[in-house]
């Protein structure tokens, strides 16, 4: 499966103010010392809910952006599926992020930057395209990738 870039997509304008929330709480995950990457799920042109990383924060090594946003979504809408959302993330989904979205049914996902060593959509085991995966998302990528790859690279680079 090859995902599609954001010019692919013809990301729209609120795309982009999706996208720019994502990075919005990735900023505010570096400034609790957390990896920052953001997550935002919209249904039917409205923010459902946000999430950043906060693994260290809860000692939790699943407490990813992603899974952050879901749970919070699936609390909202009281169900735990999430048909016609969509989730725009700052980096491409690990592999267990990349099931948590197949297993909530998320119709479409929007991230930034792509994970050549962790990413588990175009990178790594590639969950959406096993023969296992019973969901895969429209997947979009290269939205907001360039601020999203600056923001983790200056995040590590102070750390080393």
């Not at 699943?62 to 999430?82: K, N, S």
């Amino acid at each position: 499966m090859r995902a599609k870039s954001g010019s692919e997509a013809g990301a729209k304008t609120a795309g982009a103010t999706f996208m720019e929330q994502a990075l919005e709480q990735a900023r505010a995950a570096a400034a609790r010392g957390e990896v920052p990457i953001g997550a935002v799920i919209v249904k039917d042109g409205r923010v459902l809910a946000t999430g950043r990383n906060r693994t260290r924060e809860g000692n939790d090594p699943t407490a990813h952006a992603e899974i952050v946003a879901i749970r919070a979504a699936c609390a909202a809408l009281g169900d735990e599926r999430l048909p016609g959302c969509d989730l725009y993330v700052t980096l491409e989904p690990c592999a267990m992020c990349a099931a948590a979205i197949s297993f909530a049914r998320i119709r479409r996902l929007y991230y930034g930057a792509t994970d050549p060593k962790g990413g588990g959509v175009e990178h790594g085991g590639r969950f959406y395209a096993q023969a296992t995966c019973h969901h895969a998302p429209e997947v979009y990528s290269g939205i907001g990738e360039v601020e999203a790859g600056e923001m983790l690279r200056a995040f590590f680079r102070e750390r080393r």
